[in-house]
């Protein structure tokens, strides 16, 4: 009787060899939040369904996840690696990333990545979220410069994220520059916030969740945070707007990059090509405020009300990550003992 349910077994697994592939595991190193959200809607049943396999969506910020691509070196689980461009321009430096193969011609050159190891797939902004309807009340005009979170009237109202958080990053170097610094020399953005920021923050918070529930509870009216996950936000209806302020605004990009494997089954370079599709682009940008990665993207400037393209766009600040990595492990050292202390 055991042989021949070990025969029929067998005789199945011939029939349906799709079956075994249905069992593999396919492992995405990402965001969690409304991001994670997107990709289960938009991207994850359709892999799965064509590609045979079972996605787990292994969530964190981009931290988090090249501290997995260290914690595994040498024996990757993780197939991609979704995150930041700082957290990826280290990625790609430590050897955790490989070629991307078939790539479209019509990605604008800023998405682009030494060697093609990585792919930007979405451009957003980092710029200031206020609560304008608690500022109507207040008789105080929108927010239009990064100095103004300095502004003594937000004392105790005022998120400002952590330097690990890309936002905060941001913040620092924005400071510094206004300040006549920069990323070689952030004395001046260090001293701007310590004396004329820190004492308006309510919370130095890194995730999104926290910060919306900060603002939803009405203890936060103003913060530092992303065009994309703003758009987000005020799709719930909560009177929160968001602004590119007039120094600029420094860009960042979502990027993916498939994680440089011994055994490669080639399923990292369609995960890619899925994200990089017009449809996805499209929705990317309407619905979630991206802006796209493609010069084809069916995407017009009304329909797409925070993300950075057209006349915005031209105004991201470019930042030098190479520079900007080589000071981050002081940095951020500093900020733990001077500004969250």
């Known amino acids: 009787m055991k042989m021949i349910k070990y025969v029929v077994a067998l005789s199945v697994l011939a029939l349906n060899p799709l079956q075994v592939a249905a069992q593999e595991s396919f492992y995405v190193g990402s965001w969690g939040g409304f991001f994670e959200k997107l990709i289960r809607e938009e991207i994850i049943p359709n892999f799965e369904r064509d590609h045979k396999v079972k996605v787990e969506y292994v969530s964190g910020n981009s931290t988090d996840t090249l501290a997995k691509l260290q914690a595994q070196k040498g024996n990757q689980k993780?197939?991609?690696?979704?995150?930041d461009d700082s957290a990826m321009h280290m990625a790609i430096q430590l050897g955790f990333c490989r070629k991307i193969n078939d790539l479209p011609t019509t990605l604008y050159e800023s998405a682009r990545?030494?060697?093609?190891?990585?792919?930007?797939?979405?451009?957003?902004?980092?710029?200031?979220v206020y609560n304008k309807e608690?500022?109507?009340?207040?008789?105080?005009?929108?927010?239009t410069s990064w100095t103004d979170i300095a502004d003594p009237k937000y004392k105790g109202k005022l998120i400002l994220p952590p330097v690990i958080s890309t936002y905060g990053l941001h913040t620092l170097l924005m400071m510094a520059q206004i300040q006549g610094g920069g990323p070689n020399n952030i004395e001046p953005g260090f001293d701007y916030i310590k004396t004329k920021v820190a004492p308006n923050v309510l919370s130095f918070e890194p995730t999104q969740g926290k910060f919306t529930e900060l603002f939803q509870s009405g203890q936060a009216v103003i913060g530092i945070w992303g065009s994309a996950p703003m758009k987000s936000f005020m799709d719930t209806g909560f009177p929160v707007e968001f602004v590119y302020?007039?120094?600029?605004?420094?860009?960042?990009?979502?990027?993916?990059?498939?994680?440089?494997?011994?055994?490669?089954?080639?399923?990292?370079?369609?995960?890619?090509?899925?994200?990089?599709?017009?449809?996805?682009?499209?929705?990317f940008a309407k619905k979630y405020g991206y802006g796209p990665a493609r010069k084809d993207a069916p995407v017009m400037p009304d329909e797409a009300k925070l993300a950075p393209i057209g006349?915005?766009?031209?105004?991201?600040?470019?930042?030098?990550?190479a520079a900007i990595n080589q000071h981050r492990a002081a940095w951020t050292d500093r900020w733990n003992r001077e500004i969250e202390r």
């Not at 993780?78 to 995150?83: E, G, K, R």
């Not at 608690?134 to 927010?143: C, D, R």
């Open 78 to 83: 993780l197939d991609i690696a979704i995150a």
């Open 113 to 128: 990545f030494p060697e093609d190891k990585a792919v930007g797939f979405g451009l957003l902004g980092t710029g200031i």
């Open 134 to 143: 608690y500022f109507a009340k207040q008789g105080w005009p929108a927010p």
């Open 245 to 283: 302020p007039k120094e600029g605004s420094p860009g960042q990009r979502t990027s993916v990059c498939p994680v440089a494997k011994d055994r490669d089954s080639g399923l990292a370079d369609a995960w890619i090509k899925a994200m990089l599709a017009l449809d996805f682009q499209g929705v």
């Open 311 to 321: 006349e915005r766009a031209t105004k991201l600040i470019s930042l030098d990550w």
